[in-house]
């Protein structure tokens, strides 16, 4: 039996209830129209900064290597400067990075590599620069003329703010050394230019390190991908000296892999520039093709940007353009994959002396959009390192990336 108190306090609960109800409707209806309203701070919008493309006329192919160590290397052998000198002057190399362990030395790169007598060459551009050998992993520092290393080997061990104000007083580029490997690079890569994603002539490792670069590249870090033989072993002079690491300079040496750079002149600062800029290609050997790839931004038939460079999209097509330059084998096929924001978008075969091939696409007119490609057939003998072609196996070339909406401030 239900006295009439009780039904009074059941129906102030059932009005209640109701009212929370409608409430809590009322929270639900509001908090979805804040959320549809919500605009993210960090949404692409229209960027006007980004600089003019620089020429495409007058500048000069130079071909080299950026990951050398010579016997200022501790775990060297029969690879005197000298050496590598001759060695890359016969190659046709025009300039070389000699990038020996700083710690080896304490820091003191100054009086060691480039205090060395044979520290010259007129012929070959040589850079100053060291690999920045530490616990967090290696780096290559590459300069167009002497700079202070010492302070940036005594900061090694902090933190990366620190460390990036010491490299950014220096002025030097800073590269990221081999990063899928064992002393990869474990610091912050917004304070490098660049990254290693060919290390020594076995391509096959470095697949991790192309996926590492593509992670960078669709952040937004615009980061240089370029190659370092990573050498340290030269051929004895006489059977006597031979070590077991002897038999590495048949199959690893300079050039293995070649990196291309699209030079003002023919300086080492220009060198260095064209490498921070992008307009790089990378090689298996110093006789492989080139890869180059280009833009027709209004399809005029006429190329307006490069691999490395950096444009506002319009909203329309662009044609792109793939050229293998040099070495090619006659009458076989080479196979060009393109990669657009990181994943595989077009692939394309091409034969002939100078190969040729095309494709069209429409880039993004808000948020980032790369493309870049990489080559893959027939090998190109290199007599001087001969067993390096196995090593490299298809890989010919990689290009850099042509940006589209990348923030030159980011």
Known sequence: MMFKNDKKRMLLKQVTCTGLLVAMAGCFTNAALAQSTHVSPWAPTELNNIPPVASLKGGIWLKGDLHLHSRHSKESSNNPIAKIIAFSKAAGVDYICITDHDNHVDGDVAHNTWADPEFKSDSVLLLYGAEWTTTRGHGNVFSAKPYDHQRLYDVRDQRDIV????????????????PSGKDHFGYSYDMIESIEVWNSAIWSKNENAIMIWDDMLSSGRKLTGRGGSDAHHGTPDTPDKATKNSV????NYVGTPTTWVYATARTPQAVVDALTNGRVSVSANPYAPRVEFYADLDQDGKMDMMMGDNTKPTGKPVKFRIQLTGNTVPGETYTISVVKNGNKFDTLKVTGKTPVAEFTDTPATLGRTYYRVTVEGPGTPYPQVPESMKLSGNMVGLSNPIFFNFDPNF
């Open 163 to 178: 460390i990036g104000a010491v490299k950014k007083e220096l002025g030097v580029h800073l590269s990221a050394n081999h």
């Open 248 to 251: 590495q300079a048949t199959a």
